[in-house]
């Protein structure tokens, strides 16, 4: 019996701790104290943005094109004959100055051309004055003669009247006759060959005319044997050597002028109107005279690059003509602008003279127009924008656009100086969402500067 109770006395002991355990762990679970409630936060998002700058717009145009020289010159042998001589820098790529004598070609066949000419010249100078001695020789005896048949005519006229009188015979009067008739006769053929002398120094004067402008011709012919540059130049191929024979028409060779280099370039219409007001865009047409093209873009300034690699340079040129058409497939404005004197102003290392084949760009720079808002392309998302309110709120704004430019946009209505504009993308755009705005600084003055087109001829 004891034995029992001290077993039940033991199993008590151990239970009981047990049986305490698990009513505490379950009045602590009873009574702990519900999870602490913290306010809803509101989250923001982190955007890019800058200050819309109001800018002194100095609109462009960008365009490429091929530089060619401004002149061509085709040298072609105007008269045949044997080169006796050429300039020994007469080699493909050097430079030659205006009137240097290139090429010259045998001349003696055309001095004796000339020679014979003027030995024919003179032979009917001197036919025209023999003529001019026979005709004063002519009238002299036709006055002679005339006098002669006078006298003829009175011995005749006495001699029958002789006959009428029985004093003369009739053979008598029939000589008379005969003689009056034949001093009639060398009258008349005298006048003859008088009438004669002004159709004979007609012909001879045709004559002396074609003589001389034969002889000036040859004068001509004689001047092309010897061949000089037209203009300061920069030789292309050369196709022949000295003891060549060559013939008249023969191409050889060409030369390209360094007084003015040419770049065609092209421009879409909508681009090239954007460089002028409004009121001059509308003469702007397809068609325009040359005149008014030139006083439209009077005041235009075009700047010309080359770049390869990290290697560039720039010249200053000029706006000389656009062509007669449009582009029909592209649509766009084939402009020609003029570099003058681009070899006098290369520089060794920085600017090299642009020669035909470069392929350059070329920007026009329009007139500065003052207090106009620009925004990056990219933050134009169809006709509005997203703005940071003052409460650092997202926001939509419609905006209308004036014209685009290469890296941003000209706005005409919608935004005002200063305001905030988003530059980066709210994916998700939530209208009213809480935004930190980040200052892009670095972009906002990239933006100024190219809307600004900064930068001259180096």
């Not at 504009?421 to 939530?430: E, K, Y």
């Amino acid at each position: 019996m004891k034995k029992i109770k001290k077993k039940l006395f033991k199993g008590i002991l151990t239970v009981l701790p047990v049986a305490m355990a698990v009513l505490a762990v379950g009045y602590l679970m009873a009574h702990r104290p519900g999870p602490s409630k913290e306010a809803e936060k509101e989250s923001i998002t982190s955007l890019r943005i800058i200050r819309v700058p109001s800018v002194k717009l100095v609109p462009n145009a960008i365009g490429f094109g091929v530089a060619q020289p401004g002149k061509v010159w085709k040298a072609i042998a105007q008269v045949q004959g044997t080169v006796l001589s050429i300039h020994p820098r007469l080699k493909s790529g050097e430079m030659i100055q205006k009137e240097t004598v290139l090429i010259q070609i045998d001349p003696r066949e055309y001095h004796l051309a000339i020679a014979r000419l003027e030995a024919g010249i003179e032979e009917t100078h001197a036919k025209l004055q023999e003529l001019a001695g026979t005709k004063g020789n002519t009238e002299k005896l036709i006055k002679i003669e005339e006098a002669s048949l006078a006298l003829a005519k009175k011995s005749f006229e006495r001699t029958r009247h002789l006959l009428k009188q029985n004093a003369a015979s009739r053979d008598m009067v029939d000589r008379e006759q005969r003689t009056l008739l034949q001093q009639q006769q060398a009258v008349q053929l005298l006048k003859n060959s008088l009438a004669l002398i002004p159709s004979k120094q007609k012909a001879l004067t045709s004559g002396l005319a074609v003589q001389q402008s034969n002889l000036e011709q040859a004068g001509i012919d004689l001047t092309k044997t010897t061949i000089k540059a037209p203009m300061n130049c920069r030789l292309g191929d050369v196709n022949m050597d000295s003891g060549q024979f060559v013939r008249s028409g023969q191409l050889l060779f060409k030369a390209h002028a360094t007084q003015v280099t040419e770049i065609e370039a092209r421009f879409s219409m909508d681009t090239f109107r954007n460089l002028l007001d409004e009121e001059k865009s509308r003469l702007l047409q397809p068609g325009v005279n040359p005149d008014t093209f030139k006083n439209l873009f009077q005041n235009m300034s075009v700047l010309v690059s080359l770049q390869s690699g990290d290697w560039s340079a720039q010249w200053n040129a000029r706006i000389d003509r656009w062509r007669e058409t449009l582009d029909h497939k592209t649509r766009e404005i084939r402009v020609v602008v003029a570099i003058d004197h681009p070899y006098e102003r290369a520089v060794p290392g920085i600017r090299p003279p642009i020669t035909q084949g470069m392929f350059c760009r070329v920007e026009l720079k329009g007139p500065v127009r003052q207090g106009r808002l620009v925004i990056p392309r990219s933050a134009v998302r169809n006709t509005h924008v997203f703005i940071v309110d003052p409460e650092n709120r997202l926001q939509k704004k419609q905006i209308r656009v004036d014209f685009i430019q290469s890296e941003f946009v000209v706005v005409k209505s919608g935004l005002v100086e200063g305001e905030r504009l988003v530059v980066s993308d709210p994916a998700p755009a939530i209208m009213g969402m809480k935004v930190s705005p980040v200052n892009d600084e670095p972009l906002e003055q990239h933006l100024r500067d190219i809307s600004q087109a900064k930068g001259t001829e180096k």
